[in-house]
């Protein structure tokens, strides 16, 4: 039998402040070792609307590259999971939240992202 290893994902509930609502993603903050065909596996059996999956960048101007898969199909860009992974990209410190503005290289072309803290 050949031993299984576990990759650490999370889902995030994107554009809600309420737990359980809002649009499910999951992020696969390291994917190095996944292939297109492991990608697209994954994103069919979560069966959630998108799965990212986080990679090297492969331009010096991006934090990390990110590539996005339905259940169905792999797509250049989406809004929330570009959010969502931005998000868990902050919270896990592969990305400093010193770092206010950063871009993400998806398939479409550099996303600019701005985070903005605000207090309560």
């Known amino acids: ?66 590539r996005i898969f339905t259940p169905t199909k792999e797509t250049p860009f989406a809004g929330h999971p570009t959010v969502g992974t931005a998000f868990v990209l902050l919270q896990r410190g592969i990305v400093s939240s010193s770092c206010h503005e950063f871009l993400l290289e998806e398939e479409v072309d550099p996303i600019p992202l701005r985070i903005e803290v605000r207090l309560r």
């Open 1 to 66: 039998m050949t031993p299984t290893k576990s990759y650490p994902y999370a889902v995030v509930n994107v554009f809600t402040t309420e737990p359980l609502s809002g649009n499910s993603l999951a992020v696969f903050p390291d994917a190095s070792e996944f292939d297109t065909e492991t990608m697209q596996k994954i994103a069919t059996e979560l069966n959630l609307t998108e799965t990212a999956f986080v990679l090297p960048a492969t331009r010096p101007d991006c934090a990390a590259r990110v």
